[in-house]
């Protein structure tokens, strides 16, 4: 990805988080809070996934 286009990319996040309105980011955090993420990638990162997938990927 060019320079330009990350920094346009960035531009339009940023301008996008700034134009919502403080209720629907309250919304939001509100409703990523309730959803934990599973119990082995919480604590042990990504390699449980890669573990799992690379098990799968040979069965």
């Known amino acids: 990805m060019p320079l330009n ?7 339009q996040q940023i301008t996008s988080y700034i134009d919502t309105p403080a209720e629907k980011k309250r919304e939001q955090k509100i409703n990523n809070k309730g959803e934990l993420p599973v119990y082995s990638n919480r604590w042990l990162g990504v390699l449980p996934f890669a573990f799992k997938v690379a098990k799968n990927k040979t069965n």
């Open 5 to 11: 286009d990350y920094v346009k990319y960035l531009t």
